[in-house]
């Protein structure tokens, strides 16, 4: 079993949809959760941290479910330029603050 | 700010010859520091990692090495290229939970 898992997709929206994405880990001793974000034949950025209390950054909005070891990413609103994969990511805060991160998933919006 | 250089950006080198990427991290001290390799079509592999200067963790065996000689550098090195070391090699750095990325480095081995 993989240490984080999510649907390759791609999800293929039109613009102004809602798309959600999933994510399962494995590591029940995990302490820290993100997203992020990677454009084709680029590096991977920071899209936002994700709190036991769920979090919103404008047309995006993460959860996390301790209990059942599984993160959301919703974006309302689909822009052109939110074409991407999304990675989901986990730490566990340990030695080395190492990441383990999903494969991603990738979302196409079209006009 | 802190800024995050690696270089080159590209590169072509042929099976068997030697490898070395430079990472460099600005704005910031002792800061962690990574390296991933990240094949066509697949996810991030952590390679390696530092907390300190001298202090190298490696992930997965290969025929790589890292070293980091000064604080804010951080060098992926390799005596012999394989094939299957092609990939785009990511530098990282954190001081807290989250790790920001370089620009990556492209390597093909033919």
């Known amino acids: 079993r993989k240490e984080v898992e999510q649907d390759p997709g791609p999800f293929n929206v039109p613009e102004g949809a809602t798309v959600a994405f999933n994510c399962t880990y494995s590591?029940?001793?995990?302490?820290?959760f993100f997203w992020y974000r990677q454009d084709c034949r680029k590096e991977p950025k920071l899209l936002m941290s994700?709190?036991?209390s769920g979090n919103e950054d404008g047309r995006f909005t993460a959860q996390l479910n301790r209990a059942s070891q599984y993160i959301s990413l919703l974006i309302r609103d689909s822009k052109l330029s939110d074409s991407a994969t999304y990675l989901c990511?986990?730490?566990?805060?340990?030695?080395?603050?190492?990441?383990?991160f999903g494969a991603g998933t990738i979302l196409r919006v079209k006009s | 700010s802190q800024t995050i250089h690696q270089w080159p950006a590209t590169l072509v080198q042929p099976v068997g010859s030697p490898l070395s990427l430079e990472c460099t991290v600005e704005?910031?001290?002792?800061?962690?520091l990574y390296w991933y390799r990240q094949a066509a079509g697949r996810g991030l592999q952590l390679l390696f990692y530092?907390?300190?200067?001298?202090?190298i963790s490696s992930e997965v065996p290969q025929n790589l090495s890292a070293s980091r000689p000064q604080d804010r550098q951080f060098i992926l090195s390799s005596k012999k290229l394989l094939l299957s070391d092609s990939g785009f090699y990511l530098c990282?750095?954190?001081?807290?939970?989250?790790?920001?990325f370089g620009p990556g480095t492209r390597l093909t081995v033919l």
């Open positions: 704005g910031t001290s002792n800061p962690n």
């Open positions: 990511v986990v730490g566990d805060m340990e030695y080395g603050n190492k990441l383990v």
């Open positions: 590591n029940s001793a995990s302490q820290s």
């Open positions: 994700v709190y036991s």
């Open positions: 530092s907390v300190g200067i001298g202090q």
């Open positions: 990282a750095w954190s001081e807290r939970d989250e790790q920001f």
